[in-house]
């Protein structure tokens, strides 16, 4: 069985992390400037508690998905909150258990932070990424609206 090995990125991950995130963008039909992508790497490595954070999976010594994740303040409790805003796994080992071991890695840096509340978000059309999050998470039920 393939290994997956899930860990921070670095800065010489730079190449990888662009095209995965790339790849997580087309999924979506967007598109960002060369200013946002620089502008979230430098942040992905900027020191502070609020900033974003990255993993990279690998298979097999192949970068093949990639998480953010930050932590924020809730008015709900006293810990915080860990948002699961990005995560992806190139189309050819979906289903090998990748997006499950960058899920398991966020709550994992969240659990060393005292965090318990790790959530996220998809797209309701994303029915092969909702198979995965029935299985390790609950739906809240929530539904969201953005202000335009």
Not at 76 to 96: E, H, I, M, S, T
């Amino acid at each position: 069985m393939p290994e997956i090995v899930v860990r921070p990125l670095q800065q010489s991950d730079h190449a990888e992390w662009r095209r995965l995130w790339t790849a997580y963008l087309t999924f979506y039909e967007t598109t960002l400037s060369d200013e946002v992508y620089a502008l979230t790497w430098r942040r992905l490595f900027e020191a502070g508690e609020f900033e974003p954070k990255g993993l990279l999976a690998l298979l097999d010594g192949k970068p093949v998905g990639l998480t953010h994740y930050l932590f924020h303040r809730s008015c709900w409790a006293k810990a915080d909150n860990c948002y699961l805003q990005d995560l992806f796994a190139d189309p050819d080992v979906r289903g090998k258990g990748v997006g499950a071991a960058l899920i398991a890695a966020v709550r994992e840096a969240a659990a060393k932070k005292g965090v318990t509340n790790v959530y996220w978000m998809t797209h309701e059309t994303n029915a092969t990424a909702r198979k995965l999050y029935d299985r390790v998470a609950r739906r809240t039920g929530f539904i969201e609206y953005d202000l335009l």
